[in-house]
Every structure is written in structure tokens, then in C-alpha cells.
């Protein structure tokens, strides 16, 4: 009930923030507006997928934040700013300066806060999937890439309509400059800013230990100022530091900020394969995973190497099986790892029988592809392959060998030296004979 009231209101949304733009923009303008915004929209999901392939959320999750950012936060952007700059234009008599302090100061305040309501809402009511500083960074980053689609339609759109009216064409149009702008310079501006609310989340997310109420409520609201004010100071570029101020706050503040973000995030990304790696071995020792899932599922080459071989050898749904096994196991590491950083985990034993469960349903064909996946990688040891000489091998009796007494009964495998029946050497017992039973071998698939 809920989620089709959220999907009729996006739609609702969608439909009047469309028909706005179109009517800014007239139909032609929209759709070369439209083809020319979509361009980065898969590069920037591509993106952030990537950075969520650790604890990947559901599709529907990240469909709702791109969702949210193009129709809800675009369609209360496009409405406040031009209630804020009409008004301020009237009370000042100024419209240019109006325009140039609602961009500085009014847009960012405004599409921020819009943007930063929808991690805001998956914070609160999707919690199991708010796990940390990537689960922000990657709902922010949707949210944002959803909002500035919708926004470069508006702009090149209005760049085409003004190329017809002055007859531009070729690369001195105002369409190729904004696209260059927009779209190639620039295309993680928005993303950028949104992120860094999606940081303070995730950093609320894993408040635990002395003052862990101070750190769940600070670093949001931090991170959304830092956000508005990172926005204002790239809106404020062109005016306020002269000719050239676009390339200095692009040089000085937007690649330094991007650098340190990539930074904090793939960080981020790897803390989380250390946690599977740190935690996994509890679940090993209480049988409910095998030996070699923490290894494997602590790399993301030797989760590909397992989904490949499962593939292979047992088919597509077995490959299906050995990623969401991986899902499962690492959801479950996150899950346990919050709870022992004393941070809280509502309905902890519930969660963790489900996952645990999930693992068990899939635990056929995941813990030979794992094994596999591994050892082809080096996550573990693998021993050597067993080697045959046709020539002199002292552990195969040859038909020249003298026979005298027992000594013909045939060779103790495993032995260093000829051998004899009952199990002596020239060296001593032959542990293989005197063994109680045959061992297990601890990797079957290369047993003889």
C-alpha cells in the first residue's frame, strides 16, 4: 500500500515536472534537451553500482533515489526558485542581481535539501541496506543523477531554443557549450554535492560506542551544509571571481573535493571486504559456511572467478545461487559486525536466521565454486599438481628390484623409500599402512 501511494505521487511528480520543462523549453528544445541529458545517466549509474557491488541494494531501491532526485526534488527546485527569485526580484527591483542571489544563495539551499529528503527517507524506512559511508555515497550518488538529468534537460533545452533565435550552429552554439559544461566537464557536479550528505548518513549508520548519540545526529546535518555550501560555491564560479572563475574553483575545489570523495569511497568499498573477510570465520567454525568463503568472498576477482566456474560447470542458476550466496554472507557480515561495534541492530536474531538460511539454500553449488574461485586466486593455499616421472621414481617398484622375503608386496604410497608389506622401511613405520583409516583429503576435487 505504501509503496504504490510513494510510486503514484513520483509519478504524479514526473508527469507535471515534465510537462514545466517542456513548456520552458517547447517540444523541439525538450527532446534534443532529453537526448543529449541521457547521455551520462548510465556512465554515473555504472558508477555507483560499482561502488555498491560489495552489499548490493535492490534495483527497486536505487530506481526509487534516481526517481525521487528527477520528479520529487526537481519538480520542488524548479517551484521554489522561481517563487524565491520572482519575489526577490520584486522586493529588490533588481532582477539580474535577484537571479544571481538566487542561484548563490537560494538553489542550493533548496535543491540540497530536496535531494538529501530522499537518503534521508532510505536512512529511516530502509534501514537494512543502510549499512554505511558506500550505501550513502550510492543512494546519494542515484538521487543526484536523477536530479541533474532533469536539470540538464532544462538547460540544453533552453540553449537550442536560443541557437534558433540567433541562428547559431556548429561548436560556437549555445548547445555545444553547455553540453560541453554539463555533460563532459562536469558531469559528477551534482552527484558530488549529494554525496557528501550520503556521507553523513553512512557515518551516522555506524555511530557506536562512547558519545554514539552525538555521532548519529552530527554528521548528517554536516554533511548537508558541507553539501550547500560546495553547491553555492560552484553556482557563485562565473560572477563572482571574474572571467576565469569557472576553471579556478573547478581546479582549486571541485578536483581536489572529487579526488577526496573517490578516496573516502573506494575506502569505504574495501572496509567492507575486510569486514567479510574478519567476520565470515565465526559462521566457519559454527558449520554454517566453509572454509574458504571468507577468502573468497573478501575479493571481488575471486567472487567473479566462483560466479564464473559455478557457471561453467553447474549452469546459470547455479552461477545465480553463488552471487546471492555472496549477498547473503556479506549482508550478514555487515550485520554482525555493527552489532559487535555496540552500535544498534533492531531485530538481530530475525535478520540473521533469514540470511543464515538464505546461505543454506545455496550452499551446494556456492562452496565448490568458492573453493575453486580461492585457490585459482591465491586467497589460499593449493597444493601442488601430483607429478608421474616415467623414469626412476623411488615410490613405484620397478620389476628389476630385487624381491626378497615380504618385500614384493608393492609400495606404501606416500612413503619416502622401498617399502615393505607389513608397513617397514629402512627408515621406519610407513605412516601410510599404520594409519587407522583414509583421510580426508582437503581438497576433494583434486583427491585421486
Known amino acids: 500500500m505504501r509503496a504504490g501511494v510513494l510510486v503514484g505521487a513520483l509519478t504524479v511528480c514526473g508527469v507535471v515536472i515534465l510537462a514545466l520543462v517542456r513548456d520552458q523549453t517547447g517540444t523541439e528544445g525538450f527532446l534534443v534537451g532529453l537526448g543529449l541529458a541521457a547521455a551520462p545517466v548510465p556512465v554515473l549509474m555504472a558508477v555507483f553500482r560499482w561502488v555498491d557491488r560489495v552489499a548490493p541494494a535492490p534495483w527497486r531501491t536505487l530506481f526509487f533515489a534516481f526517481a525521487w532526485g528527477a520528479c520529487a526534488a526537481a ?12 519575489w526577490l526580484a520584486t522586493a529588490t527591483a533588481d532582477p539580474h542581481g535577484a537571479e544571481s542571489l538566487g542561484a548563490t544563495a537560494i538553489a542550493p539551499v533548496v535543491e540540497e535539501s530536496a535531494k538529501g529528503t530522499a537518503v534521508l527517507l532510505l536512512f529511516l524506512f530502509r534501514r537494512r541496506h543502510f549499512t554505511g559511508v558506500a550505501d550513502g555515497v550510492v543512494f546519494a550518488g542515484f538521487t543526484a543523477t536523477g536530479f541533474a538529468f532533469t536539470e540538464n534537460i532544462l538547460y540544453l533545452g533552453n540553449a537550442f531554443g536560443e541557437d534558433k533565435v540567433l541562428g547559431s550552429t556548429g561548436l560556437a ?9 554539463r555533460i563532459v566537464l ?3 557536479a551534482h552527484p558530488l554535492f549529494t554525496v557528501l550528505t550520503g556521507i553523513g548518513f553512512g557515518l551516522s549508520a555506524l555511530a557506536a560506542g562512547r558519545h554514539a548519540r552525538l555521532k548519529r545526529l552530527l554528521p548528517p546535518p554536516a554533511g548537508l551544509v558541507c553539501a550547500m555550501g560546495l553547491h553555492a560555491l560552484w553556482n557563485s564560479s562565473s560572477g563572482a571571481f571574474g572571467p576565469y572563475g569557472f576553471y579556478v574553483v573547478y581546479a582549486l575545489f571541485m578536483v581536489p573535493v572529487f579526488g577526496l570523495v573517490t578516496g573516502v569511497t573506494i575506502g569505504a568499498r574495501q572496509h567492507g571486504l575486510r569486514t567479510v573477510a574478519a567476520v565470515l570465520p565465526a559462521y566457519v567454525a559454527a558449520g554454517w559456511c566453509g572454509p574458504a568463503a571468507p577468502a573468497a568472498l573478501s575479493s571481488m576477482r575471486a567472487r567473479a572467478a566462483a560466479r564464473d566456474y559455478a557457471g561453467r560447470t553447474y549452469g546459470a542458476a547455479a552461477a545465480r545461487a553463488v552471487v546471492e550466496y555472496g549477498r547473503a554472507a556479506t549482508a550478514l557480515a555487515l550485520l554482525r559486525h555493527r552489532l559487535e561495534r555496540g552500535a544498534p541492530v533492531p531485530g538481530f536474531p ?5 540470511l543464515l538460511e538464505r546461505m543454506a539454500e545455496r550452499r551446494g553449488p556456492a562452496e565448490p565454486a568458492l573453493l575453486h574461485a580461492a585457490r585459482v586466486t591465491g586467497r589460499i593455499a593449493a597444493p601442488p599438481p601430483h607429478r608421474d616421472y616415467l623414469a626412476y621414481n623411488p615410490y613405484r617398484e620397478h620389476p628389476a628390484a630385487p624381491r626378497s622375503g615380504h618385500a614384493a608386496a608393492g609400495p606404501c604410497r606416500g612413503a619416502r623409500a622401498p617399502h615393505s608389506a607389513r608397513g617397514t622401511t629402512a627408515y621406519g613405520r610407513c605412516p601410510a599402512r599404520d594409519s587407522p583409516g583414509p583421510r580426508a583429503a582437503p581438497y576433494p576435487d583434486r583427491a585421486a
Open 186 to 188: 562536469s558531469p559528477f
Open 350 to 354: 530475525a535478520r540473521e536466521r533469514e
Open 173 to 181: 552554439s549555445f548547445t555545444v557549450a553547455t553540453f560541453f559544461v
Open 75 to 86: 519538480l520542488v527546485a524548479i517551484i521554489a526558485n522561481s517563487f524565491a527569485t520572482e
